[in-house]
């Protein structure tokens, strides 16, 4: 019985200090990305530039707030995704070149991607988390569409953001981010099919990020 209870605990604080390094990069990341982003919104895009930092401060704030959970994964691969396909949206930048669509387009593309991540995240409330775990199967809203309606939130706010500030690094970056998050919904999947609440969801849920395509 000992011995079991010092493993606990062993494990216990490994988790606790990867939560405080994960909150301590996000928030610094969020405060650079703010600080980098509002001294230029002085131009007709501002408001998109606004709307995607508070995009981001959402997710930031649950972040900061949510349940931790011992029965997230230890691998290295299920973290390294993770944090590529989190902090890496955060190092984008605005700037001065045309945006390559007219700008109520970004800006409707961001707003229902806003509204899409953002009733995911209320399905999750607490439970929202980072690396791959299971915090509790949501099957209801957004969930009925697609699996992951998060990942489809923040993806169509990084299209939209990218129309509208387009260049070589927002691309490089956007596109890094999105790979590592499909990896990150894959290795999600692989655990979550071990519960099969979840198996169910698959099975009545098709398309994991975009409907008909993936």
């Known amino acids: 019985m ?42 007709n895009r501002a408001i ?7 995009s981001e401060g959402a997710a930031a704030f649950l972040i900061l707030t949510r349940r931790p959970t011992r029965n997230a994964s230890l691998r290295l691969y299920d973290w390294t995704v993770t944090a590529v396909g989190t902090l890496f949206p955060l190092l984008v930048s605005p700037n001065t070149s045309e945006p390559l669509a007219p700008l109520a387009v970004c800006g409707t ?14 399905s999750l409330r ?9 915090r509790g199967i949501k099957i209801g809203g957004p969930y009925k569409f697609v699996r992951h309606p998060m990942y489809a939130g923040y993806l169509m706010m990084h299209i939209g953001f990218f129309l509208t500030h387009p260049s070589v690094w927002n691309f490089a970056i956007y596109a890094t981010a999105l790979t590592a998050q499909c990896f990150r ?4 999947e692989r655990l979550l099919k071990q519960d099969p609440a979840y198996t169910a ?8 990020l975009v409907p008909f395509v993936f």
């Open 2 to 43: 000992k011995k079991q209870a010092a493993t606990s605990w062993s494990f216990l604080d490994v988790y606790f200090v990867l939560d405080i390094v994960e909150k301590v990069l996000v928030g610094y990341l969020f405060v650079a990305i703010v600080m980098r982003i509002v001294p230029q919104m002085q131009d």
């Open 185 to 188: 919904l894959l290795a999600e």
């Open 48 to 54: 998109i530039d606004g709307l995607l930092l508070f």
């Open 201 to 208: 969801f698959m099975a009545t849920t098709r398309y994991r």
């Open 126 to 134: 607490r439970s929202f988390g980072l690396v791959p775990a299971n």
């Open 109 to 122: 593309v961001m707003v229902l991607g806003f509204f899409l991540q953002i009733a995911a995240k209320l």
